[in-house]
């Protein structure tokens, strides 16, 4: 899980053309959104295509679901090794 973990936050990174972040600062339990990362719904919108380019995993931007899956990087590794199971 862990390589998947650091998959995503270099994907995130690279998503979100986040020049002053690394890897290492983004820890995978920290939140995304608000006090966390503070990424907004535009940048969910663009994580959520990545991921989607990457993984071939479909969040509906809808769903409250979605909302638990971009939580943190480690919600979104544990929704992207379960997506990828079934």
Do not use: W
């Amino acid at each position: 899980m862990q390589n998947l973990e650091l998959e995503i936050k270099t994907l995130l990174i690279d998503a979100l053309n986040l020049e002053d972040i690394t890897v290492d600062d983004i820890a995978s339990d920290a939140p995304l959104f608000g006090e966390g990362l503070g990424l907004d719904s535009i940048d969910a919108l663009e994580l959520g295509l990545a991921l989607q380019k990457r993984y071939g995993v479909t969040l509906s931007p809808d769903a409250e679901e979605t909302r638990r899956h971009f939580a943190s990087i480690a919600a979104l590794a544990s929704f992207v090794a379960g997506a990828r199971k079934l």
